[in-house]
């Protein structure tokens, strides 16, 4: 079974600095990954995703993502953070040979940039 | 990318009646889900809305509580019926475009039962 963990529930970081949202995964065959951002009383935003190719994939608002197969990681990062990117952010997977509801979330994990 | 509406977007509803919230795809698209978020929390998935049949339902949830239709590839409903308290949450509808991978998400409806 796909399964997606954040290990961090909160994450602080100063404004102007770098951050990283973790996101470690399990699929039983070639997974597509995704990142979601929710701003508050928002619905959920696509930022980026990983099908194949190059490891390190760039989205929206200037994130990017790194994928990982040997630590089965996808961490989210951005080189320099900004108070607008407070928000609540999502990990998911897909299952490449799944079909239906085979999307699994992460259970978020919240991110605070500090001014 | 799709472009997701949804109806009603709150709505304050008192015990024991039922809220049809609707989904509105700007293109059509191979697959629909309708979730539920406690605010702050991650999604459970309550089902996948198929065209022109029965939804697919996840464990714990039941067709006579959620109640859904999906008539076109553009359009879905989700009923949440007899309400109690517990339902207090928000509702997304999500979508899946022909050739896409990610799912996009409408804004949600909050749904609060007194």
């Known amino acids: 079974a796909q399964s997606v963990a954040q290990p961090e529930d909160q994450v602080n970081v100063a404004e102007g600095n770098p951050l990283t949202v973790k996101c470690t995964y399990s699929?039983?065959?070639?997974?597509?990954l995704f990142w979601y951002v929710q701003y508050p009383n928002r619905g959920l935003q696509f930022l980026l995703k990983?099908?194949?190719?190059d490891n390190l994939v760039k989205g929206s608002y200037g994130f990017e993502a790194e994928f990982n197969k040997s630590q089965t990681s996808f961490h989210l990062k951005k080189p320099s953070a900004l108070v607008s990117d407070s928000a609540l952010y999502f990990c998911?997977?897909?299952?490449?040979w799944g079909y239906g509801q085979n999307f699994v979330f992460g259970p978020g994990t919240r991110l605070s940039v500090l001014p | 990318s799709a472009v997701i509406s949804q109806k009603p977007s709150r709505d304050i509803c008192q015990r024991g009646t039922s809220l049809t919230i609707q989904c509105q795809v700007d293109s059509q698209v191979t697959m629909m889900f309708w979730y539920r978020q406690q605010p702050g929390q991650s999604l459970t998935l309550i089902a996948t809305?198929?065209?022109?049949?029965?939804?697919?339902?996840e464990s714990g949830f039941v067709i006579d509580k959620f109640p859904i239709s999906r008539p076109n590839l553009t359009f879905s409903t989700l009923t949440v019926s007899n309400m109690s308290p517990e339902d207090s949450s928000i509702y997304l509808c999500?979508?899946?475009?022909?050739?896409?991978?990610?799912?996009?998400f409408g804004p949600g409806t909050r749904l609060t039962v007194l």
């Open positions: 998911a997977v897909r299952d490449i």
């Open positions: 999500s979508a899946v475009g022909t050739g896409d991978w990610e799912q996009f």
């Open positions: 699929v039983s065959g070639n997974p597509y």
């Open positions: 809305a198929n065209q022109g049949s029965e939804a697919t339902y």
């Open positions: 990983y099908i194949t190719g």
